[in-house]
């Protein structure tokens, strides 16, 4: 594959929606096709470059993915929690991913969630996060004609990869359901 450099295809894209102009049958593709190579010229003018090679070093521990849940509904079927939680290497895009099931224990209206994960990931990327979410979902409900099986899903806390043999905890605190 020959490369090529980014001032050069800057330049060719600066001249193509001329001659797109006349190629384009009608107004709508040619504006199209100038829309695509103005964000392919954007997107080359604002690339932050090569990609450093990731420090990579085998990890493992735990992961704890918890939460609790306040009853706001007359939903009266079995509740299940998934917690799981992925890392991924910057430079080989491996994807590490583990995750777990457990049932959603309740006390009254309030339920908890506490999934406990162990990993063991071979290339993990100590410049990256792990990221953490939570499902919770019904299933096989015997629900009543107002009462629909149950999904929700919470995404987006981080943390920094940590050493080996540790214990990393993500706490999605009070969840409505």
């Known amino acids: 594959m020959k490369k090529v450099s980014v001032a050069v295809l800057s330049s060719l894209l600066a001249a193509a929606p001329l001659s797109l102009a006349y190629a ?3 107004r709508v593709q040619d504006l199209q096709a100038q829309m695509m190579l103005l964000r392919l010229q954007h997107s080359l003018q604002n690339s932050p470059g090569p990609v450093s090679p990731a420090t990579t070093a085998a990890r493992n521990g735990t992961i704890v993915v918890r939460a609790t849940f306040t009853k706001q509904s007359n939903y009266t079927g079995t509740l299940f929690c998934t917690g799981a939680a992925s890392h991924t290497n910057a430079t080989t895009l491996d994807v590490y991913r583990v995750s777990k099931t457990v049932p959603v224990k309740f006390s009254g209206n309030t339920g908890t969630c506490t999934v406990s994960m162990p ?3 071979q290339h993990a990327d100590t410049t ?3 990221l953490a979410s939570l ?6 409900c015997t629900c009543t004609t107002s009462e629909v099986d149950l999904e929700n899903d919470w995404n987006g806390l981080e943390a920094k990869l940590p050493g ?4 990393t905890t993500f706490d999605f605190g009070t969840l409505p359901f």
């Not at 499902?135 to 096989?140: D, K, L, T, V």
């Not at 080996?164 to 214990?167: A, D, S």
């Open 164 to 167: 080996n043999g540790v214990t």
């Open 128 to 130: 990256q996060q792990i």
């Open 135 to 140: 499902s919770i979902f019904s299933e096989n």
């Open 119 to 121: 990993y063991s990931w």
């Open 24 to 26: 384009a049958k009608g």
